[in-house]
T-cell receptor, first 113, second 115 residues
């Protein structure tokens, strides 16, 4: 697997605390949003998604919030663990472009022991 | 399912040479994407296919880049001639939705180095 050493904003969190990663998307027409996690040496991996007719969706230890008014998306990770260390990307699906998925710039999550 | 399979995992080539990257999507998926990841530009969508047909290639940097999908189980991304600035990690992804609103599954990527 491969990844790159991106110069990204970094969020440093104490192990066991909750993490909140934020993302601003660009197109008000987007109707589907996805969070991906990319670990070192691997491709992006799906975490959770949300459609524009919802403002909140919960998964296992993760919650995604969508605020369409300000075009903002957030990912909350509960009880952060060392295995959560990765780069996190939000992505938007442009309705007018069918399957086209556009990625944001990413945030690196670092876990302090 | 083995997931999206890309080959080679690493490629080192000299400037001016032709490079071909290969991708096998997940069986049954009808959309395929090629992305490039660099330090400066992050993850960029180069091109995507629906049902083997190129839908949007606006992300392809220039004419040196071309992509094909001859059938539902295989796609190639070719760079000819390659340049040092093409050095990056290239990802292939596939999704199984009817078009909109489905997640993409990524391969492990190919790290390309052009010297």
């Amino acid at each position: 697997g491969e990844s790159v050493g991106l110069h990204l904003p970094t969020l440093s969190v104490q192990e066991g605390d909750n993490s909140i990663i934020n993302c601003a998307y660009s197109n008000s027409a987007s109707d589907y949003f996805i969070w991906y996690k990319q670990e070192s040496g691997k491709g992006p991996q799906f975490i959770i998604d949300i459609r524009s007719n919802m403002d909140k969706r919960q998964g296992q230890r993760v919650t995604v919030l969508l605020n369409k008014t300000v075009k903002h998306l957030s990912l909350q990770i509960a009880a952060t663990q060392p295995g959560d260390s990765a780069v996190y990307f939000c992505a938007e699906n442009l309705w007018s472009s069918a399957s086209k998925i556009i990625f944001g710039s990413g945030t690196r999550l670092s876990i302090r022991p | 399912d083995a997931g999206v399979i890309q080959s080679p995992r690493h490629e080192v080539t000299e400037m001016g040479q032709e490079v071909t990257l290969r991708c096998k999507p997940i069986s049954g998926h009808n959309s395929l994407f090629w992305y490039r990841q660099t330090m400066m530009r992050g993850l960029e969508l180069l091109i995507y296919f629906n049902n083997n047909v190129p839908i949007d290639d606006s992300g392809m940097p220039e004419d040196r880049f071309s992509a094909k999908m001859p059938n539902a189980s295989f796609s190639t991304l070719k760079i000819q001639p390659s340049e040092p600035r093409d050095s990056a990690v290239y990802f292939c992804a596939s999704s199984g939705g009817e078009g909109r609103g489905t997640e993409a599954f990524f391969g492990q990527g190919t790290r390309l180095t052009v010297v």
